[in-house]
Nanobody, 122 residues
Framework: QVQLVESGGGLVQPGGSLRLSCLAV????????IGWFRQAPGKEREGVSC????????YYSDSVKGRFTISRDNAKSTVYLQMNSLKPEDTAVYYC???????????????WGQGTQVTVSS
């Protein structure tokens, strides 16, 4: 059973930065694509970013492109999401997701973390 553990969320002012981490506990990450979704109150889950197995291909939603960077360290079974120039509309619970390939559709991911809250507010 895959366990994904997110960390790094918190409260930050607009324009600030946060780095989220997701650890795949006791799991070999290198054969899987891994990414991030988010869900704001009253809204549907939104795909944020994904990175393929080798790390050579990355995907971003239009709303975060140019501000967020995804990376992975297979030796540490960890994926990171560096979030810069944060805006109030980035406020959401951020979920780590894992599957065989990147997809923009939430239903295609079999494994989800418990989520970490990101709040952007002055």
């Amino acid at each position: 059973q895959v366990q994904l553990v997110e960390s790094g969320g918190g409260l930050v002012q607009p324009g600030g930065s946060l780095r989220l981490s997701c650890l795949a506990v006791e799991f070999t990450l290198e054969y899987y694509a891994i990414g991030w979704f988010r869900q704001a109150p009253g809204k549907e889950r939104e795909g944020v970013s994904c990175i393929n197995q080798s790390g050579e291909s990355t995907y971003y939603s239009d709303s975060v492109k140019g501000r967020f960077t995804i990376s992975r360290d297979n030796a540490k079974s960890t994926v990171y999401l560096q979030m810069n120039s944060l805006k109030p509309e980035d406020t959401a619970v951020y979920y780590c997701v894992l599957d065989g390939a990147c997809s923009e559709f939430a239903f295609e991911y079999d494994y989800w973390g418990q989520g970490t809250q990101v709040t952007v507010s002055s």
